[in-house]
């Protein structure tokens, strides 16, 4: 069994984990495997197929953000009044900035549905973007690139327009860049971050679930 892309992959973030560097270990790993493929005339599909395994614990590694979220219960009761509005708001300005921004770049019907469920986390994405006639490669990309601008710029952003609340810092991440912005959080052992970044993550998934299938319907 060919596990090259495993070992490399695993060598580089145990390699960037300890380096610690301020660039985010996915865009630093990223770039490094784009280089390698490249240099050594790999083609990306041999590198995912023998990497492959790495995908399988997509789905468990999102469901172990519950932790974090069990363990502030609290937070998401007392910012209840301010979580559960938000989050319908957040999940609808993603669709429907999408779709208008995507008409207006003229994108075709099949790119416009693979690009909506970009700020849903991607066991969901996908499942959604197949169940809408999208690209399911697509949404995988802009799924990741959403994650990964979130999950590098996000708290920047956040401090620059000096909000200060752990609360709204987490919510805001988790809606924008699902996992990868939790993650970015979890780093951070900031657990009221991660324990609102995980709700809102888990809610904007199944809210876009449930209303990106309808809102094709108005296409």
């Known amino acids: 069994m060919n596990i090259f892309g495993l070992i490399i992959t695993l060598t580089l973030f145990l390699i ?6 301020k660039i985010p270990i996915i865009i630093s790993i990223g770039i490094l495997i ?9 083609n990306y599909q ?16 999102t469901i172990a953000l519950a932790y974090p979220m069990y363990k502030n219960y609290h937070i998401l009761i007392k910012n209840k009044r301010a979580l ?3 989050l319908f708001v957040a999940t609808f300005s993603a669709i429907i900035l999408t779709y208008f921004i995507s008409k207006l770049l003229k994108a075709d019907y099949n790119v ?11 066991p969901i994405a996908l499942e959604i973007s197949k169940s809408i006639n999208g690209y399911p490669e697509l949404t995988a990309c802009i799924v990741a690139l959403t994650g990964v601008i979130g999950g590098a710029f996000g708290h920047k952003i956040l401090k620059f327009m000096k909000i200060k609340s752990d609360a709204a810092i ?22 009221k971050q991660t324990a609102a970044s995980t709700i809102a993550l888990i809610i904007v998934g199944l809210l876009s679930a449930i209303f990106i299938p309808l809102f094709k319907n108005f296409y």
């Open 16 to 21: 960037f984990k300890k380096l610690k560097l």
């Open 34 to 42: 784009i280089l390698i493929l490249k240099l050594f005339d790999i």
């Open 46 to 61: 041999t590198y995912y197929q023998s990497a492959s395994i790495l995908s399988f614990f997509i789905a468990p590694a």
């Open 84 to 86: 559960y509005p938000s």
């Open 112 to 122: 416009i549905m693979s690009l909506l469920p970009k700020s849903t986390t991607l």
């Open 170 to 191: 987490g919510i805001a991440i988790g809606s924008a860049s699902h996992v990868i912005g939790t993650a970015a959080c979890a780093e951070r052992k900031n657990e």
